[in-house]
T-cell receptor, first 113, second 113 residues
């Protein structure tokens, strides 16, 4: 069985400040890891994914994440946030079947002016 | 190129009724997954269809059933609706294979009264 824990339910941050959204996972098999963003009343959009190779993954909108196998973590970072980054962020883990993903409960990122 | 499209976008049903939600996958995608997202929670995997067969299923009762058509579009049916079935239902499509990106539709909001 797989599980995902997003350690912060809400993260308030000022515009242009750096941000880190934390995600831990558990799985008995090799996994693929994903971060999605969900804007109000919309579906989920993929920010980035880790499949294999380099543990530092770069995604869209200036986001990046680092896969740490020993700590079973996949934290999302951005060096300077914008008001438009205000949204819900979900971390997800998938087994060899990319369609079945297990999601965390989400982190609400609020960027304040 | 149209992405994943879902219909209807919003609907209200009464307890005990039945509902059918529809999904057209992204062009070229052969795999469709359905997720339920309750308010304030992450998406929960319901089931996945590939080649018109249910390939995987999450922890949902038999009241939840689905179908995939030869053109890869899919339906989600829920019978004997309960108040707790009120949620955003998300369809996701992908190309079968490990690590392939899944694309989400904007969802169908179901309210059971």
């Amino acid at each position: 069985a797989q599980s995902v824990t997003q350690l912060d339910s809400q993260v308030p941050v000022f515009e242009e400040a750096p941000v880190e959204l934390r995600c831990n996972y558990s799985s008995s098999v090799s996994v693929y890891l994903f971060w999605y963003v969900q804007y109000p009343n919309q579906g989920l959009q993929l920010l980035l994914k880790y499949l294999s190779g380099s543990t530092l993954v770069k995604g869209i909108n200036g986001f990046e994440a680092e896969f740490n196998k020993s700590q079973t973590s996949f934290h999302l970072r951005k060096p300077s946030v914008h008001i438009s980054d205000t949204a819900e962020y979900f971390c997800a883990v998938s087994d060899t079947n990319a369609g079945k993903s297990t999601f965390g409960d989400g982190t609400t990122l609020t960027v304040k002016p | 190129d149209a992405g994943v499209t879902q219909s209807p976008t919003h609907l209200i049903k009464t307890r005990g009724q039945q509902v059918t939600l529809r999904c057209s996958p992204k062009s070229g995608h052969d795999t469709v997954s359905w997720y339920q997202q309750a308010l304030g929670q992450g998406p929960q995997f319901i089931f996945q269809y590939y080649e018109e067969e249910e390939r995987q299923r999450g922890n949902f009762p038999d009241r939840f059933s689905g179908h995939q058509f030869p053109n890869y579009s899919s339906e989600l049916n829920v019978n004997a609706l309960l108040l707790g079935d009120s949620a955003l239902y998300l369809c996701a499509s992908s190309i079968s294979g490990a690590g392939n990106t899944i694309y989400f539709g904007e969802g169908s909001w179901l309210t059971v009264v």
